[in-house]
């Protein structure tokens, strides 16, 4: 998955999740988890990813399918998303959510957020070292109705093949 926080990339991970199904690895419960248990959180993001990695092998491994509900804002996360696909032998695609900034900001103000989810929309890509992702995905524009959304997704999904996103 990939979208800004507030995009509703979460909502659409767990009902893609429960459509195909597949098991959602949310990035954010991750390292909420690791902010509360004191790490720092520099240190907090970093170690959930490569928790995030971790798990998703091992589910991988086990032949479940797996989505991952992190922003992928950073082209290392992409590429460490596709080795891992790879080396179990999976598909691997790319999903964004994306919508108006007004709706943005009504969500982050509206939502119960996790300790390492932000309350206001920031420019995410004017961190160092973060791009737009660049490779073939499927955009939605999540104002859409959820149930659209999930069908045309889980329809993209079933549709990737190994090797070919």
């Known amino acids: 998955m990939h979208g800004e926080p507030g995009s509703g990339k979460s ?8 459509m195909l199904p597949a098991v959602v ?9 690791l902010l509360r248990s004191g790490i720092e959180p520099s240190l907090a993001g970093p170690a959930s990813y490569e ?19 992190s922003p992928c804002g950073w082209s290392s996360i992409e590429e460490n998303g596709r080795s891992l696909a ?6 691997w695609a790319m999903v964004e959510t ?8 009504a969500r982050l103000a509206s939502r119960t957020a996790l300790a390492s989810q932000p309350r206001q929309r920031e420019n995410w890509y004017a961190r160092p ?4 992702p660049t490779c073939e995905r499927l ?4 104002t859409r109705p959820l149930d659209d959304l999930v069908g045309e997704a889980v329809r993209y999904l079933r549709g990737v093949t190994f090797g070919t996103n």
């Open 11 to 18: 909502t659409l991970a767990r009902a893609i999740g429960q």
């Open 25 to 33: 690895i949310d990035k954010d419960a991750i390292s909420s988890a």
């Open 51 to 69: 928790t995030m990695r971790a798990l998703a092998g091992d589910l991988l491994e086990a032949g479940h399918s797996v989505v991952l509900d």
């Open 86 to 91: 790879a080396r179990f032998g999976a598909a």
């Open 98 to 105: 994306d919508c108006p900034e007004t709706v943005i900001d």
């Open 129 to 132: 070292g973060s791009e737009r």
């Open 139 to 142: 955009v939605l524009n999540s």
